[in-house]
């Protein structure tokens, strides 16, 4: 690492994260290689960074930089930004192993955020508008294609920020947008999103939903908007979390020509444009592949045959933008969901048996959503029983989990194969293993189907587990680890943790 000049309290949006990133050996990196934004750009990043549960063969690498993208001139694409937990941490000045405990102190003190005059927001340094004859947003901005079966170009780390018509509350969240044509994005909604009810009540009416996208932003942003309920109740806007993360509010701007929607001041761009009411698009319209995008379980996701349509009303951005994109299956997915999905169960766990959780780590097999390692300690054996119900508050915590492995103090959390280990000796699948079929899930899991089990009524239903590979308390003496001598190996082999 060289000599630091930049700290995480100085991060205030992308460019300045990057220069915080160049600070250290290996977190960054740039190519000045033109890459085509279709299938080519992630089919590099595969291989360089993505890791998560993309196919092998993957790694987790630098954040990558393209500074030349074929057909496009003068936008940079960057990608993998959050792929490596390490990478998050430094971001944010903390440590890796604590960062559900981190995120969930922000929720605490949280700033909400403030609107700026536009004379100080970055983002609107250049304006588009799509009422020029020549505005075309695929010719604009190089949205990356994932794979070449993909339904379309994708903007796949858009912060979509939208208002409830009825209290005026906010929320911003990541969604599924496809360009589909000049001035049209289809957007995807997983069931019970927020933004989808405010879009509901705005349909009722017949009126058209002010929305902005904003690409290139504060990872503070990007991790504050993955929070679920019941942390982030329906109206509960995320960018105060972003606000206490970074220990100052969110600066948003009013729109050059939507009026009532807000961008994020210091973006690199922002998409400004309208739900419209009662119209629907096809997304694989122009692919007709009958495929979406790779998504986060690590398939590609099925085309939807009827989305809500986003009509572009104009796109701002800073001078020489950079477009920020991540792989759907890739670890980026897997920081962004999973850590505060820790922070979650770590808030909820702590109310009601205070003192048993010492950790929760939602590890890249399970992409940040389906699986969480909960270590607990067995104080007395009047807790003996109580990590079964730590668990079923970990399910209580976040709906789309799925998997429960439950794990002692002596066991690395972060070290997945300390897991299986600990699955292995003490854990018996008859009397361990606790299920909770018919409860409604996540629907990207192509095994919650009824085509792969018959005991699943509906699509988006599973069986939840719960694997307890703790010792029993009374037992605890006669599951003690092996005790290696403490010594200082860095006495022997210089630089060995490196």
């Known amino acids: ?46 291989h360089v960074g993505a890791g998560g549960t993309v196919m092998r063969p993957t790694q ?14 003068g936008v940079r694409v960057l990608i993998g930004l959050l792929a490596s937990r390490q990478r998050v941490a430094r971001m944010f000045g903390m440590e890796k192993e604590k960062l559900g405990f981190q995120m969930r102190e922000a929720v605490k003190h949280t700033i909400a955020p403030i609107v700026v005059p536009r004379d100080s927001a970055k983002c609107q340094e250049v304006v588009y508008l799509a009422s020029d004859p020549g505005f075309d947003l695929r010719k604009l901005l190089p949205a990356p294609k994932n794979t070449p079966e993909d339904a379309g170009p994708y903007f796949t780390l858009g912060m979509c920020y939208g ?17 589909q044509g000049r001035d049209e994005i289809s957007m995807f909604f997983v069931p019970g999103r927020h933004l989808d009810q405010f879009r509901l009540k705005y349909e009722k009416d017949g009126k058209p939903m002010p929305i902005t996208i904003s690409i290139g932003v504060d990872p503070a942003i990007e991790i504050s908007a993955c929070f679920e309920a019941p942390t982030t109740p329906l109206g509960y806007d995320e960018l105060s979390i972003a606000g206490g993360l970074r220990g100052r509010a969110v600066e948003l701007v009013e729109g050059v020509a939507v009026k009532g929607a807000l961008g ?51 796109v701002t951005t800073r001078k020489d933008p950079i477009l920020q994109t991540c792989i759907g299956p890739s670890d980026e997915h897997t920081n962004m969901a999973g850590i505060p999905t820790e922070a979650s169960i770590l808030a909820l766990v702590e109310q009601a048996l205070p003192g048993l959780v010492q950790n929760v780590h939602c590890p890249s097999p399970g992409t940040g959503k389906y699986v969480a390692f909960v270590q607990v300690k067995k104080r007395t054996g ?41 699955m292995t000796t003490r854990y018996q699948g008859d009397v361990d293993t606790i299920t909770i079929p018919g409860v409604r899930c996540h629907p990207l899991d192509p095994s919650q189907d009824p085509a792969f089990s018959p005991s699943i009524r509906d699509h988006g239903i599973t069986c939840k587990t719960i694997f307890d590979c703790t010792v029993p308390y009374a037992l605890k003496d006669d599951f003690q680890r092996c005790q290696f001598l403490d010594v200082d190996a860095e006495r022997f082999v210089p630089g060995y943790r490196k």
């Open 264 to 314: 994020i001041a210091h973006a690199e761009i922002v998409i400004e444009g309208e739900l419209v009411p009662n119209v629907r698009v096809q997304e694989d319209q122009n692919s007709h592949t009958g495929k979406a995008m790779p998504e986060f379980p690590g398939y590609t996701g099925k085309a939807k045959p009827a989305l809500p349509i986003i009509k572009v009303k104009a």
């Open 60 to 73: 987790t690498g630098p954040a990558l930089m393209f500074n030349k993208v074929k057909g496009y001139e």
């Open 163 to 179: 208002t409830d018509p009825e209290t005026g509350e906010h929320d911003v969240t990541i969604h599924r947008l496809c360009v």
């Open 382 to 422: 009047q807790d003996e029983g109580r990590q079964r119900q730590a668990a079923l508050l970990a399910f209580s915590a976040f709906s789309e989990l799925k998997h429960v492995y439950l794990v002692d103090e002596d066991v690395d959390i972060f070290d997945t194969n300390d897991v299986i280990w600990a």
């Open 1 to 46: 690492m060289s000599k630091n000049t930049l700290s995480a309290s100085q991060v205030t949006d992308l460019r300045s994260a990057i220069e915080l990133l160049k600070q250290y050996e290996g977190e960054y990196v740039e190519t000045n290689e033109p890459v085509d934004p279709e299938a080519e750009l992630s089919g590099v990043y595969r």
